[in-house]
């Protein structure tokens, strides 16, 4: 090299993902012309010029694994000054990495590009990543340092409603959390809704019978951590009110709503769920405590 030539530099600046599942990240392997040997990444990639990072790291996402992913407002940024031992020049490599999440029935994931960075897409167990049983790049164990479920408190109303000596439960379907379980039929309170009217909705939703709303029996509250019915890695605080209500016992429960967090609503036996023969939510021997 001659005195005065300068070694090209280059920036770049890319868009990732940290898609959790449960116990799991979602990692793609990198093609051999960048790693000879194994190595896992986070999805995502080049920013195009004009293109939003959200946009991009979306676009990638699908491009590297197959799934539609979406992506939180907030991000991590890393900045990594790299020079390379040929004497290339140096790289800068800017990262911009969301929280992201696919839905809880997403496909398994599949290379979709063709001759690109990605050779493989997997779900990963988080304690190979964190133990180096698996081979990362310093992005992966770094973001996931940095990362941190999104916090969330929801409101809402439950019924307890008897019959002689059974309890109406509805079955919370695939989009919830605790899937095949019987609960309390009821849901969120929307804004500026106030808890009975919000309860009769509910109720016919997840029931097709009118409500009478009585008695407010108590107040039970969970927190927990887990993937949200979109897929979304939560903190989750849930609030539950609870009032004692009515219904016409002479019309048979059925599910009205399409595609929501109940499939299915009968009148279940108090004994069958003494017994553990029906696996029911805390907050339905909560609710029963409180009768």
Partial sequence: MSIGEQVPRRQRVAAYAVI?????????????YLAPTERWTLPGGGIDFGEHPQDAVVREVYEETGLHARVGEQAWIDSALITPASGEGERHAIRIVY???VGADAPEPRVVETDGSTVDARWHPIDDVLSGRLPVVTLVTDAL????????????????????????LARLSSYAVETGRWTLPGGGVDHGESPETALVREVAEETG????????????????????PDGRREDFHAVNIVYEAEVPLDQEPVVTEVDGTT??????????IAAGVVEVTELVRFALALD
Avoid at 209 to 228: E, I, P, Q, S
């Fill in 20 to 32: 959790l599942r449960e116990d799991q990240i979602l990692l793609t392997r990198l093609a051999p």
């Fill in 99 to 101: 929280d992201g999440w």
């Fill in 145 to 168: 340092a940095a990362h941190l479920p999104t916090k969330r408190q929801r409101l809402a109303v439950k019924a307890l409603i008897r019959r002689a000596d059974s309890v109406l």
């Fill in 263 to 272: 499939d299915a609503v009968a009148w279940i036996p108090v004994s069958d």
């Fill in 209 to 228: 019978l009118v409500a009478t709303v009585g008695t407010l029996l108590g107040v039970n509250d969970r927190h927990l951590t887990g993937n949200a």
